[in-house]
């Protein structure tokens, strides 16, 4: 079964800077690609990134590039994304979710869930001063 929890989100000011985690079991993690996406109130789902199963390559929209860092530690079987230059914007619920492969890294323009497997139940990012 397989499993995926987020931790680390909270509130942060402008220009701050905040490191999520998750956790995830239940499958070869180094066998699939990850993404972190995020869905702020009233707003659809937005892809801000991804990184292949061996973590060789990460990806990311330009609303993120440069501010924030996606990495993975496939020993522990943990996904992490690093945010720096925090803007209000970048308020939401963020998700980590699981690819179908492990080069597959769907961007979500769809705005469809379907596009991974499985997300995890998402940590609450807020900025705000």
């Known amino acids: 079964q397989v499993q995926l929890e987020e931790s680390g989100g909270g509130l942060a000011q402008p220009g701050g800077s905040l490191r999520l985690s998750c956790a995830a079991s239940?499958?070869?993690?180094?066998?699939?690609?990850m993404s972190w996406a995020r869905q702020a109130p009233g707003k659809g789902l937005e892809w801000v990134g991804g990184i292949f199963g061996d973590g060789t390559s990460t990806y990311y929209p330009p609303s993120v590039e440069g501010r924030f860092t996606i990495s993975r530690d496939n020993s522990e079987n943990m996904l992490y994304l690093e945010m720096n230059g925090l803007i209000s914007d970048d308020t939401a619920l963020y998700y980590c979710a699981k690819a179908r492969g492990p080069w597959s890294i769907p961007t979500l323009i769809s705005g469809q869930r379907s596009e991974y497997s499985d997300w995890g139940q998402g940590t609450q990012v807020t900025v705000s001063s």
């Open positions: 239940g499958f070869s993690f180094s066998d699939y690609a």
